[in-house]
Nanobody, 123 residues
């Protein structure tokens, strides 16, 4: 099994930046790729970005390109999401997920999920 733990959420003013982290533990050898999603109240879970573990290949939702950056530190089994120029529309719970087969935009294909971290952007 793989355990994922997000951290770094909080309250930030519009226009500010925030970096959230996701630490993986357990049988991390099972992980091929990791992704970030978010879910705002009353909305569906939304794909943000994904990154492969060894190749460092990244994928982004078109709407996230330019403001959000996914990266990883394999020595720490940690994936990061750097978020810049935040707006109140970015307020959501941010989740990381791990997949054993591919980097994908489809939430249902991910095998493991963290509990999420709340990001609130104030106007």
């Amino acid at each position: 099994q793989v355990q994922l733990a997000e951290s770094g959420g909080g309250v930030v003013q519009a226009g500010g930046s925030l970096r959230v982290s996701c630490a993986a533990s357990g049988r991390t050898v099972l992980i091929y790729a990791m992704g970030w999603f978010r879910q705002a109240p009353g909305k569906e879970r939304e794909f943000i970005a994904a990154i492969t573990k060894s190749g460092g290949i990244t994928y982004y939702a078109d709407s996230m390109k330019g403001r959000f950056t996914i990266s990883r530190d394999n020595a720490k089994n940690t994936v990061y999401l750097q978020m810049n120029s935040l707006t109140p529309e970015d307020t959501a719970v941010y989740y990381c997920a791990a997949d054993g087969v591919r980097a994908t935009m489809r939430a249902h294909e991910y095998d493991y999920w963290g509990q999420g971290t709340q990001v609130t952007v104030s106007s």
